[in-house]
């Protein structure tokens, strides 16, 4: 497990990391189709907080993309680097899943994240933030809509519409089961739209969420307990 410190310079106000937002969004990369499903590595990222004790941990799974058995994993832990604020999560995240990423002994190939990429107020969540200093393609897929509208998908697995910004498609609402709630995939960075519900489908073939979604939320909570609570 890799100790993370605060980068220095780290903004530590909403006007300093909106500023940053607003010079890394323009880096965004949305003409390129991206790696195809089922081919190479995808990799899923998620954080777990204790912010009573003022810790994060971050985990980072490795699968197969054809198989989905798990190839390699990573975790990381440091100080929570920045307060609660809503559309400015990924401060707070960011610094801990990179060293993840850094600690991985192969290539992440597609990088999977627990939320948002373009579907974001600003354009600019967690998984386009990910990509634009990583260089990797990324994507986001969401367990909620946050502040987008949608219609609801036909019921079968598979079928999606398009979740708005007015009148402006951010992302996808997604059914990833008969009859279960969708799931809400974005685009972050270097992969397009229809490419990113391709990859969702291709990892959740039992559950709602991806695998790698499922497989980085139980190892980054297995970190924050072992850091929270070390035996």
């Avoid at 081919?39 to 054809?66: C, I, K, M, Q, S």
């Avoid at 604020?85 to 401060?91: E, Q």
């Avoid at 951010?170 to 972050?188: M, N, W």
């Amino acid at each position: 497990m890799t100790t993370v410190r605060i980068p220095a310079g780290w903004p530590a106000t909403e006007e300093q990391a909106r500023a940053v937002q607003d010079e890394l969004r323009g880096r965004v990369v949305l003409d390129e189709v991206g790696p195809a499903p089922g081919e190479g590595h995808v990799t899923g990222v998620d954080v777990a907080y204790d912010d009573e004790r003022d810790v994060v941990a971050a985990a980072a799974v490795v699968l197969d993309a054809a198989t989905l058995g798990v190839v390699a994993e990573a975790t990381a832990v440091g100080r929570v680097s920045f307060p609660y604020v809503p559309g400015l999560l990924a401060f707070r995240e960011i610094p801990t899943v990179l060293a993840a990423l850094d600690a991985l002994p192969c290539p992440p190939g597609l990088v999977v994240c627990d939320g948002y990429g373009v579907a974001h107020p600003r354009r600019f969540g967690l998984a386009s933030h990910l990509g634009v200093l990583t260089g990797l393609p990324t994507i986001g897929v969401a367990k909620n809509p946050f502040t987008f509208t949608y219609d609801v998908p036909d019921a079968p697995r598979g079928s999606a519409s398009a979740l708005l910004a007015g009148t402006e498609e951010v992302g996808r609402a997604l059914r990833t089961r008969d009859g279960v709630k969708p799931v809400f995939v974005s685009v972050g960075h270097r992969v397009s739209l229809d490419n990113a519900c391709a990859h969702t489908l291709a990892l959740t073939p039992a559950h709602r969420l991806p695998e790698t979604t499922r497989r980085a939320d139980a190892l980054c909570r297995k970190a924050l307990r072992e850091a929270a609570y070390p035996a």
